[in-house]
């Protein structure tokens, strides 16, 4: 739950972000919400190669489903790494305890 968790801090500062597509087509837009399989939802959607994907210029909002994503490409100054690290051996440790 760790990414799902993060994200969901990422989408209350309504982070802007870049999402690659397995497909290689780049979308970049607010994060509004992403779920427990990490399928995200975008709010003013623009295409990053127009040229090549016209028909995605009207599209305004969009939900991309989790397994189809390559990247979420992140702000720097949004990501609190720091966190994320001291996030990561927590639940690192739940887990050696778990198995234990």
Do not use: W
Not at 16 to 26: F, I, P, R
Not at 27 to 42: A, E, M, R, W, Y
Not at 55 to 76: D, E, M, Q, T, W
Not at 85 to 93: G, S, V
């Amino acid at each position: 739950m760790l990414f799902f968790d993060f994200f969901q801090k990422m989408v209350e500062k309504n982070a802007q972000v870049a999402v690659e597509l397995k497909n290689d087509l780049q979308i970049s837009g607010t994060l509004h919400s992403v779920d427990q399989f990490l399928n995200v939802k975008l709010n003013n959607v623009s295409v990053n190669d127009p040229e090549k994907y016209p028909h995605l210029l009207s599209v305004k909002n969009c939900f991309i489903r989790g397994s189809v994503v390559r990247y979420i490409h992140l702000p720097a100054a949004e990501v609190d790494q720091q966190q994320l690290q001291d996030d990561c051996r927590k639940e690192a440790k739940q887990q050696n305890e778990r198995a234990k």
